[in-house]
């Protein structure tokens, strides 16, 4: 099958307070750091060779920071944005807000590695990897891919499992194996896409980057 015109850029935001702070944000609206906004605008340098027709982003201001500080450095000014609360990070109920490594100790390693990455893993009043996935890739499906069908460049801006969601189903990774996806703060996946969304192939850019994930 011939891959679509399109590309597809995928980028996780930067660092945002609370990741510096190492607090599960999820829902919770938290600014870019000043290192986030500058390690943002080196995300953008490293595009400045690809035109952007249309971007898109969640509606949690650390995404819509981080697309804004992309595009600037790229001096693509003119783009078309879209931001959707469907690309919104994971709801984490009751551990928003709490230590990462504090609940690492409470829970133990393994049940906070199943919290962390596990397909299907509840938390409290929160949501699993897979509830993110039927949210966000709907959405992927009706509103961007369209535009790369178009031979439309399309940068998508994300969060870490909204991110991990839209990669499980580009790289038809399996309800096991999406444990082992990581979408790193600094990296950068640009996808060649078939008719149906799914990857043809794949190529990445990243800038060093210290966060706290």
């Known amino acids: ?60 201001v650390r995404a819509i920071e981080t697309l804004s500080s992309m595009l600037e450095a790229m001096g693509q000014y003119r783009v078309d944005i879209e931001h959707s609360k469907t690309l919104n990070e994971r709801d984490y109920g009751e551990y928003t807000g709490k230590s990462k490594w504090d ?3 409470l829970v133990g390693e393994e049940t906070w590695n199943k919290i962390r990455r596990e397909w299907d893993y509840p938390v409290p009043g929160g949501e699993t990897l897979k509830m993110v996935y039927e949210r966000a890739v709907p959405f992927y499906l009706e509103k961007i891919l369209p535009d790369v069908r178009l031979g439309t460049n399309v940068l998508v801006v994300a969060h870490g499992n909204s991110c991990r969601a839209l ?34 192939s794949k190529s990445e850019r990243l800038i060093e980057s210290h966060v706290n994930a």
Not at 23 to 38: C, E, K
């Open 103 to 105: 609940m690492q100790k």
């Open 1 to 60: 099958m011939e891959p679509l015109p399109g590309k597809l850029i995928l980028v996780r935001h930067h660092e945002s307070e609370w990741n510096k702070a190492g607090l599960w944000t999820g829902v919770r609206d938290r600014h870019l750091t000043d290192y986030g906004f500058q390690k943002s605008a080196d995300m953008g340098f490293l595009l400045r060779d690809v035109k952007i027709g249309k971007a898109f982003s969640s509606m949690q």
């Open 167 to 200: 990669i499980k189903y580009i790289e038809s990774v399996s309800d096991e194996g999406v444990s082992k996806v990581e979408m790193p703060f600094g990296g950068i996946l640009i996808y060649s896409l078939n008719e149906k969304g799914r990857m043809v």
